[in-house]
């Protein structure tokens, strides 16, 4: 079985600061990995994926992900947050099998403030 | 194209009362999800339907039940609502095997009194 782990349940930071949202997974197969992002009574948008190849993924709104499969990670970055950056992020995972649904972390609550 | 729509956006129900919540997606997907989230717990799997003609139960199945239509609509069913059931209802869709990221609908949020 899967399960996901986000270490943060709520990150507050100050505009044009670092942050890093940290996500932990266990599985026994391989799987992909996804942080989707979820705005004030919005449904959940795709922020960026990793399915295979270089472990540095870019996505959307100048976030990046860096899969790591030794410590069995997947942590969401940004070098500069703004305010509009305030949202749930959830990261996820799922396998190559027809239909199976995506297991998701509990979310991390992004707080930017000026 | 319109994604994934769903339908009430907002219902407010009480206890023993039934409804419906409904889900289209025009991408031709084939497999379509539904999810609760409440506060501090995530999104959590209720049933599925990997292709039409099949679904199957999730993480919390229990007081609900499903029909995949169609390709295009899966809806979801609650015979007696119960306060537990207040939550927000999500639901999603995939296009298939080699596609991995989920299509989400913008939500329907339940009260039950």
């Known amino acids: 079985a899967q399960s996901v782990t986000q270490l943060d349940s709520q990150v507050p930071v100050f505009e044009e600061a670092p942050v890093e949202l940290r996500c932990n997974y266990s599985?026994?197969?391989?799987?992909?990995l996804f942080w989707y992002v979820q705005y004030p009574n919005q449904g959940l948008q795709l922020l960026l994926k990793?399915?295979?190849?270089?472990?540095l993924v870019k996505g959307i709104n100048g976030f990046e992900a860096e899969f790591n499969k030794s410590q069995t990670s997947f942590h969401l970055r940004k070098p500069s947050v703004h305010i509009s950056d305030t949202a749930e992020y959830f990261c996820?995972?799922?396998?190559?099998?027809?239909?199976?649904?995506?297991?998701f972390g509990k979310g991390t609550t992004l707080s930017v403030s000026s | 194209n319109a994604g994934v729509t769903q339908t009430p956006k907002f219902q407010v129900l009480k206890t023993g009362q039934s409804m419906t919540l409904q889900c289209a997606q025009d991408m031709n997907h084939n497999s379509m999800y539904w999810y609760r989230q409440d506060p501090g717990m995530g999104l959590r799997l209720i049933y599925y339907?990997?292709?039409?003609?099949?679904?199957d139960k999730g993480e919390v199945p229990n007081g609900y039940n499903v029909s995949r239509l169609n390709k295009r609509e899966f809806s979801l069913r609650l015979e007696s609502a119960a306060p537990s059931q207040t939550s927000v209802y999500f639901c999603a869709s995939r296009l298939g095997i080699n596609s991995y990221e989920q299509y989400f609908g913008p939500g329907t949020r339940l009260t039950v009194t």
């Open positions: 996820a995972v799922g396998l190559n099998q027809a239909g199976t649904a995506l297991i």
């Open positions: 339907s990997a292709s039409e003609g099949t679904t």
């Open positions: 599985s026994s197969v391989s799987v992909y």
């Open positions: 990793y399915l295979s190849g270089s472990t």
